[in-house]
């Protein structure tokens, strides 16, 4: 008995071991525009190379997990892609960096979750996440005083050229502009009782958290009946993430996920597959047909991307042409110049043909098929931030199918999620 427990306890800690490495890396990858933040508030400025450096030695740091053991088919794909990006490359006639950073996100978060391979891990990563970023939002809401002086949000993107100071219409506010509803627009949720500020918690902005909110609530109502208590957990904590910064996307999205948890999947999943092709057509012909002008709402931003794919050429569908153009609140027009029509084709498909491990997975595979199309509708480089993504990519890797795990099976014995697989 005591030999058993002995060893019991020494495979929890091998297992903790294994996947202390990917807790980090998780971690880091969500919180390092606070830390960040910080880091400039208090002690040196952050400028745009810093922020990429960090986010290098993430990148980084994900290679050094999926080196050992080699993952071929990882390294097969990334270097297709990369091939890829560089003939288009050629044809634009300088390299666009902010291409290849979008498309190594997926690839590298996800192939981490299937080094893992483990939703019982992927649970556990999610909750801490989420009680961190709980903490930091009431802690805003609350105490918003000592949350600015922790965090200068405006001044730190100031210092990278993204905020500039006309953009500050909030006096003495040190929150990023968006942080603030504007007069004329007001809060949507909760105006009365939380006014015109937006909480951003530890992603700066609000509507990184509301993205967030929306993934935390793909995965809850992803689970099924037996879980409902871990499920109500996460949507939730989605709800309050949501009203704590007042994401109409957020609102939409969790709704529509709501309507659809007990649709039958198959249908349900060809139709999600081919949405993109409707909300294309859907833009387009709001930008034909729609008589009014931009406006910060949603039906200004549809307008305004319908606009944009109207003035598309060949070259630009193919990532040819207009990878200098900033679409902002473009999803789709960004996505088109900057990748190209066949990689984005090609990167659709693949999400289809990840062999999930159960109903769970396909259900999430559903929602984050939806929660991609939609966003794209709406923003323009939101959904490639990689304080939202990472988390995004690795549970969708969590989600996958191990067939072969590509360690030895004395190593295999300490891995959630590979010990069962021979």
Avoid at 302 to 327: C, D, H, R
């Amino acid at each position: 008995m005591m030999a058993d427990t002995v060893t019991s306890m020494q495979t929890r800690l091998q297992a903790r071991v294994a996947t202390a490495p990917v807790s980090v890396i998780l971690f880091a990858a969500t919180l390092y525009p606070a830390v960040l933040c910080f880091m400039h508030t208090h002690f040196f400025r952050v400028v745009t190379s810093t922020v990429g450096f960090a986010e290098f030695l993430i990148y980084l740091a994900c290679l050094v997990v999926l080196i050992r053991p080699v993952r071929v088919e990882f390294f097969i794909m990334a270097t297709l892609v990369i091939a890829y990006l560089l003939l288009l490359t050629l044809f634009r006639g300088e390299i666009e960096l902010k291409g290849f950073r979008d498309v190594m996100i997926p690839l590298l978060f996800y192939w981490v979750g299937r080094q893992v391979g483990s939703m019982d891990f992927a649970d556990k990563i999610l909750k801490r996440l989420i009680w961190v970023v709980l903490a930091f939002g009431f802690l805003e809401l609350f105490f918003l005083d000592w949350y600015s002086w922790l965090f200068n949000i405006f001044s730190y993107y100031f210092s990278q050229g993204i905020n500039t100071l006309p953009t500050n219409f909030v006096s003495d506010s040190l929150l990023n502009v968006n942080g603030i509803r504007p007069a004329g627009i007001g809060r949507t949720i909760l105006p009365d009782l939380l006014g015109s500020h937006r909480v951003s918690s530890v992603f700066l902005e609000p509507v990184s958290l509301g993205n967030f909110a929306v993934i935390v609530a793909a995965w809850g109502l992803a689970k099924s009946r037996d879980e409902w208590r871990n499920a109500l957990f996460f949507v939730a904590a989605a709800v309050v993430m949501i009203a704590l910064s007042d994401s109409r996307y957020g609102i939409g999205a969790v709704s529509l996920m709501l309507l659809i948890r007990w649709l039958p999947l198959a249908p349900l999943k060809f139709a999600v597959s081919v949405l993109p092709l409707v909300c294309l057509a859907a833009l387009v012909l709001i930008g034909v047909f729609y008589q009014g002008d931009y406006a910060d709402n949603i039906l200004g931003r549809l307008y305004v991307s319908g606009q944009s794919l109207l003035a598309f050429n060949v070259p630009m569908l193919l990532g040819m042409e207009g990878a200098n153009i900033f679409f902002y609140d473009m999803g789709y027009p960004y996505i088109l110049t900057r990748l190209g029509l066949l990689l984005v084709v090609l990167l659709w498909f693949a999400i289809w043909m990840v062999n999930m491990q159960d109903k769970r997975g396909e259900r999430f595979r559903i929602y984050i098929a939806l929660y991609i199309t939609l966003i794209l509708s709406v923003s323009g480089t939101s959904f490639f931030a990689l304080k939202t993504a990472g988390i995004l990519w690795f549970l969708v890797g969590s989600s996958a199918k191990v067939r072969q795990p590509a360690v030895s099976r004395r190593d295999s014995a300490f891995i959630p999620g590979f010990a069962h697989v021979t």
